[in-house]
């Protein structure tokens, strides 16, 4: 199996025995243009071409039934105004086959939708990954785990190998069969079918006779006979045995939770509040967890704005059963209990927060509980407080178990999370289902599959999040920083030049000056502290970075949102995740973290949430300060890639007119840039760095700080409020590297001199 998606994969097309053209040497392997088309060819909305790429023309008549139909099946890559591109997986196939689909449904239905028939290969490729993937279920009932499938055939060669037959419970025989549960059994609140359910239930009408009431019984009994599973039981224990057993042998197991019928757990009482009613894309993606009447694991991928943490209350209000919560931050964990009591008409006491300086239990037998990842994957001695929390987390069966922003945990800790916390079903939610070191597609064997995926273009015509328009302002270099810039020797220093340069530094200023006028709230982004304390300081504006306190951060906050005198404010990169700004309309980039496309939608996201204001067409502003002829042009352009992809266009601004006229300009004479330049070239390297520290609320969750001295080099001004003066220390002194510098054999037969003298001196 892995050998054949290996090969589909690397697969180049021959170029068709043809006349050449003066364009086919430009596209080589990749020209389709000789590939046969069907005779309606034009009515059809899609093309797959022999590597599994798919391109959909989104001004097709059918374009939102293709559009629903690949989301299942296949991976988003590109989504801009006229054509999308999404790409068959075998991780996206085995989520086609998880949330119901059969092989045959969706070759049949790409046969339907394509304007060229189906390669040989392509149709191998998904009958291969539906066959491997999906066809096998661990399913938990009445606290007892269950290996599920339809086919019993594959069920038996289970019980026949050598690792997983052992693990089955011994008083146990042969293979149990049931019912699959059915779709329509299940609502989930906040849907239209939730608001009528107790209508719909006061007006059915009943059966007029006997023979009425023995039809519908008979249609029912046929519906559970087609319906039927076939599963045998394993010992608790040994599931992970089973588990990674199953994926070696090219049957992963889905996971999935039958809550309604978990008379071992108790039922929470939650339920989300009357008149609240989620959107369709929100409905969309729950229906893909709970289509056929389970909890199953996977990922929702939303839109930072869209309403992530309404999809993760709406599920805990749907399971009923004890839920615990991880977050990135304690500011996430605070916003997440302030929403499910704003959303869900759970009593406060039934949630608890576990955080460094919060240790709650709910009072009832289940509730929520909602920490960070760092709290609970913590594997040093903790405190008594710490470790009690830690047993009542441990020692008890959780319902669900919701992970938010669950791109940005790595792989290790995320085992030991899971590890730790024993729960039936995950949800992950994310904006971005990105990495930068490719170890994305670890999440799909520890939560589960992507179950759904949002079209962010969509969403904003819709009005849903914001419509943002994204420019990229080009800034000249000042000779003196650049001739610095070309002499510079580190990345810290050419990038704290950069940063640091003048012309952006006043460009800054004249765009907060722009939309403070317009009466827009805006927040100016640094990875870099001290380029964020200076801009800051200089503009006159508050600050949040790691060393900020917590009362600090609260307070600015709270002003930014509620002080209509407070419109703009510095962020470092603590607030690129779990935070809720939704008066924020403006968003300013001055420095970030190299080519990091993942930051740059996390960013976005701080402005998507939907605005009340529609100026002009769109209603949010998105600006990206880059120095031009520098290294920070490059890393630019591939923070947009995602975006960009997304349908998102960047437009470059090479003069920001008028600017010359701001009353107040900073750095506007010769003298004025000197001295910043020197006290740029002042500091050392690790002045350069970006902010280690991103979490917003609370600094390193669950690792304090040892005691010690650090040395840093800084400017005597800083210390004294002397001018023009600086002293700096220096890492290594002159005489370290002088007897660094000795034949290294003289040292060490004067060293064994030195001992041997000791030996023979009398005691």
């Known amino acids: 199996m892995k050998q054949l998606i290996e090969r589909f994969q690397k697969r180049k097309v021959a170029p068709a025995a043809r006349r050449p053209d003066a364009l086919s040497g430009w596209f080589q392997g990749n020209d389709y243009s000789s590939l046969d088309l069907k005779k309606e060819h034009a009515d059809r909305p899609l093309w797959v071409t022999p590597e599994g790429k798919i391109i959909l023309e989104s001004f097709s008549p059918y374009f939102k039934t293709a559009e629903r139909f690949l989301i299942n099946i296949a991976e988003p890559q590109s989504r801009v105004s006229l054509m999308h591109e999404y790409s068959l997986t075998a991780n996206s196939l085995f989520a086609a086959v998880s949330v119901g689909l059969s092989t045959n449904e969706i070759i049949g239905q790409l046969e339907k939708l394509s304007k060229t028939p189906l390669d040989d290969e392509v149709k191998e490729f998904i009958i291969n990954s539906t066959k491997s993937f999906g066809k096998v279920r661990l399913v938990l009932k009445q606290t007892k785990y269950f290996i599920e499938s ?3 055939d594959i069920l038996r060669t289970l019980l026949r190998d050598s690792i997983i037959g052992p693990c089955r419970v011994d008083n146990t025989e042969g293979l149990m069969k049931g019912t699959a549960a059915k779709k329509g059994d299940l609502v989930i609140p906040g849907t239209n079918m939730a608001a009528g359910a107790k209508q719909a239930a006061q007006a059915q009408p009943q059966p007029e006779d006997a023979d009425q009431m023995m039809n519908v019984l008979r249609e029912e009994d046929d519906d559970e006979e087609e319906d039927q599973v076939h599963s045998f039981q394993i010992d608790g224990p040994s599931v992970q045995t089973v588990s990674k057993r199953c994926r070696a042998i090219g049957l992963p197991l889905t ?28 409905e969309q993606a729950l229906t893909k967890m709970f289509g ?35 977050c990135t931050s304690t500011m996430s964990v605070l916003q997440w209990r302030d929403e499910f009591i704003k959303w869900s008409n759970i009593n406060p006491s039934d949630i608890a927060v576990f955080t460094a300086e919060q240790k709650d239990f709910f009072s009832g037998n289940t509730g929520v509980l909602i920490s960070t990842y760092n709290m609970i994957a913590m594997n040093r001695t903790r405190s008594y407080d710490s470790q009690k929390v830690m047993d009542f987390i441990t020692q008890r069966e959780w319902g669900l178990m919701v992970l938010d922003e669950v791109h940005v945990v790595p792989a290790e800790m995320f085992s030991r999370v899971t590890h730790a916390v024993p729960s039936h079903a995950k949800l992950g939610l994310t904006a971005t289902l990105l990495r930068e070191d490719d170890k994305i597609n670890d999440l799909n064997f520890l939560i589960g599959p992507k179950l759904y995926e949002a079209n962010w273009q969509e969403l904003s015509e819709n009005g849903f999040i914001a419509k943002v328009i994204c420019s990229e302002v080009w800034c000249q270099m000042t000779t003196e920083f650049y001739a610095e810039y070309l002499k510079a020797k580190t990345v810290n220093k050419k990038s704290l030049l950069y940063t640091m340069n003048p012309r952006k530094f006043q460009a800054c200023q004249f765009l907060i ?84 496309r993942r930051q740059e939608a996390q960013r976005l996201g701080r402005i998507l949430r939907a605005k009340r204001r529609n100026d002009e067409g769109f209603n949010a502003f998105f600006y990206s300060l880059v120095s031009k002829d520098t290294t920070e042009m490059f890393y630019s352009s591939k923070r947009q890639a995602f975006l960009v992809d997304q349908g998102y266009s960047f437009r470059v601004i090479t003069r920001l007119q008028g600017i010359e006229n701001l009353p107040g300009l900073v750095h506007a004479t010769p003298q004025e840039r000197r001295e910043l330049l020197t006290d740029v070239m002042l500091q050392n390297d690790v002045a350069g760095e970006v902010e280690k520290n991103d979490d917003l609320f609370g600094r390193r969750q669950g690792n304090r700080f040892k005691k010690g001295v650090r040395r840093t080099a800084g400017t005597l001004s800083e210390l004294s409020g002397g001018q023009d003066m600086a002293y700096m220390e220096y890492n290594r002194d002159k005489n370290k590297e002088l007897r660094a510098q000795g034949n290294q054999t003289l040292k060490k037969l004067k060293r064994s001199l030195g001992k041997q003298n000791k030996r023979v001196l009398p005691s």
């Not at 978990?262 to 339920?271: S, T």
């Not at 694991?297 to 599920?315: E, F, Q, Y």
């Not at 209000?317 to 004890?322: H, P």
């Open 513 to 596: 000056d722009y939309h403070e006028k317009r009466g827009d709230k805006t927040i100016v982004f640094s990875d870099n502290v001290y380029a964020l304390k200076i801009y800051a300081k200089t503009l006159g504006k508050a600050f949040i970075y790691g060393g900020t306190s917590n009362q600090e951060r609260q307070q600015v906050l709270q002003n930014f949102m509620y002080n209509e005198k407070v419109k703009t404010i510095f962020l470092s990169k603590i607030g690129d995740t779990s935070l809720d700004l939704p008066e924020a309309t403006c968003l300013i980039q001055i420095s970030s973290h190299y080519g990091s």
């Open 292 to 326: 056929n009447g389970r909890a199953r694991s996977g990922i929702i991928v939303l839109p930072c704005g869209a309403g992530k943490t309404l999809v993760g209350i709406t599920a805990a209000c749907t399971v009923r059963k004890g839920c615990i919560v991880l």
């Open 150 to 152: 339809s086919d019993p």
């Open 255 to 282: 996971e999935e939770y039958d809550f309604r019928n978990d008379f071992a757990n108790a039922n929470l009482e939650i339920d989300i509040r009357p008149g609240v009613e989620i959107r369709p894309y929100q």
